[in-house]
């Protein structure tokens, strides 16, 4: 069997002076540790069998995964279906007992933490994932392939392709910036995940994705 391996990347530390939740808004890039995040992560890859690099279209997908397309001298490309998650709550304060969350006008938003009732289902962002996901392992059989994503559309594919509950606590995401979620397949079938943290571990619950 053909072993293919689909590294889904997410992208580094953001300038976020003010904390909001930036989700799709434009022009948040990559901060100064952000970038040196981006190059890091090149260099740990550097000798992978890297022969695809893709990024969502966002600014600080495409600055972490241009190091990568770079030092394996590949042509970046870009796919829609990594962007970040749909939000309500995009250009507002959202941590737990602060901002947007105290205020009874966008209460209505959280009535279902399942789906969630604030932005884009789960079902949904794994879909889209999944296919991108499976565009990058047909474009690298036999090789590795680099998708630069964000950290809630990473952690939703992967509970979804094992076969947990795709609604939980955020705080205890397993996704670190600039960390790589790798998917490992034999054929066409996904037969591991393996996590790592090249540039270290961060917290999960700073704010934004």
């Known amino acids: 069997m053909t072993r293919t391996v689909v590294h889904l990347l997410r992208h580094g530390e953001v ?7 930036y989700g799709r808004l434009p022009g948040f890039k990559l901060s100064e540790r952000g970038q040196k995040q981006a190059l890091t992560v090149a260099e740990h890859l550097a000798d992978h069998d890297i022969v695809h690099v893709v990024a969502s279209p966002l600014d600080r997908a495409q600055q972490t995964a ?5 030092s394996h001298r590949l042509e970046l490309a870009t796919d829609d279906r990594l962007i970040e998650a749909d939000n309500q709550f995009e250009g507002l304060k959202v941590a ?9 006008q966008h209460w209505p938003k959280l009535v279902n933490p399942f789906k969630p ?38 952690w939703t594919v992967r509970r979804f392709l094992e076969g947990k509950r795709m609604w939980h606590d ?12 790798s998917l490992i ?23 934004g994705a």
């Open 66 to 70: 241009s190091p990568i397309a770079d």
């Open 117 to 154: 009732s604030w932005g884009e289902p789960y079902i949904e962002i794994a879909h889209r994932m999944l296919g991108a996901v499976q565009k990058a392992r047909a474009a690298a059989e036999g090789h590795e392939a680099v998708c630069v994503s964000h950290q809630l559309p990473i």
């Open 96 to 104: 737990v007992g602060d901002g947007a969350l105290r205020s009874p």
């Open 15 to 21: 300038h976020n002076p003010t904390g909001i939740l």
């Open 185 to 207: 397949f034999e054929g066409e079938q996904l037969v591991r995940i393996a996590y790592s943290e090249p540039v270290g571990a961060t917290n999960p619950r700073v704010t």
């Open 170 to 181: 955020p705080r205890k995401r397993e996704c670190s910036l600039a960390s790589l979620t």
